[in-house]
């Protein structure tokens, strides 16, 4: 499917303005609205590759700048010690309640574009996939999708569970999410009924990050299919 990629403004709550990544179909209408919620290595070309391809299965997809409160249009080479260590001192300084009223903007834009009828979904990686599972405990989206979220055990106890249908993607061998926290995980969700947690064995975090190979991708290409399976089956398409 054809596409068309850009950057767009979004206006945030305290009138201040941020950039996002816009992708979608060309042509014909889109299934629905994702709003795709980036890594801590910032709207770099992974998080372009993985816009565009969802933007290929159909959907018109905004990945917002979500460290731009910090330093504007952050991108950050995952393979290069000196990226890692700047990522890691961006999500210490990350302010996650203003981005996630960040993301709320992205997705009411996606909301205001008629030809998407209404149907917005989340997408969210790594540190992204945190302020996606704290979406999905409110009304922001019509279904929520968490890739190796980081850090969410923390949010377990103040939660009331996803009031949004759910699934999360983890590796088995995530050393940033070891076993008793995918368990603890993986109970909280499923007490909500449309959510769910699968977990890939024989990978750990990031699987699904662009350049992955062997069992990387084969469990990045089943949790792909289920995503889309996933999102289908929720905005009734």
């Keep these: ?26 042509s014909d209408a889109p299934i629905g609205g994702l709003v795709l919620i980036q890594e801590i290595f910032g ?9 565009d391809w969802f933007a290929e299965q159909g959907y018109d997809v905004i990945a917002p700048d979500m460290f731009w ?18 990522a890691m001192t961006l999500m210490q300084g990350f302010d996650l ?9 992205a997705a009411a834009l996606l909301r205001e574009d ?13 540190l992204g996939g945190r302020v996606a599972f704290r979406m999905a405990t409110s009304n922001a989206a ?18 009331t569970g996803p009031q949004a249908p759910l699934l999360i993607h983890l590796g088995a061998d ?17 007490q909500s009924s449309g959510s769910t947690v ?11 990050r662009l350049g992955r190979t062997g069992r990387a991708e084969e469990a990045a290409v089943s949790a792909e299919a289920a995503t889309l399976d996933f999102f289908q089956n929720h905005f009734g398409a």
Aim: aromatic fraction near 4%.
């Design 198 to 208: 699968t977990v890939h064995e024989g990978v750990g975090h990031a699987f699904a």
């Design 43 to 51: 709207v770099n070309d992974n998080i372009r590759a993985a816009s």
């Design 142 to 159: 019509d279904a929520v999708v968490c890739f190796y979220p980081v850090a969410i055990s923390q949010d377990l106890d103040t939660s």
């Design 97 to 105: 309640e203003a981005s996630l009223g960040d993301m709320d903007a």
């Design 1 to 26: 499917m054809a596409i068309e990629s850009t950057t767009i403004t979004i206006e945030a709550s305290d009138g201040q303005s941020f950039l996002a990544y816009r992708s979608r179909p060309v």
């Design 174 to 190: 995530d050393h940033l999410c070891p076993p008793e926290a995918q368990a603890a995980i993986t109970a909280h969700v499923e």
């Design 114 to 126: 008629g030809k998407l009828k209404g149907k917005i979904g989340v997408v969210g990686y790594c």
């Design 69 to 86: 409160r910090q330093e504007r249009s952050i991108e950050l080479n995952a393979a290069l010690e000196e990226d890692r260590n700047k």
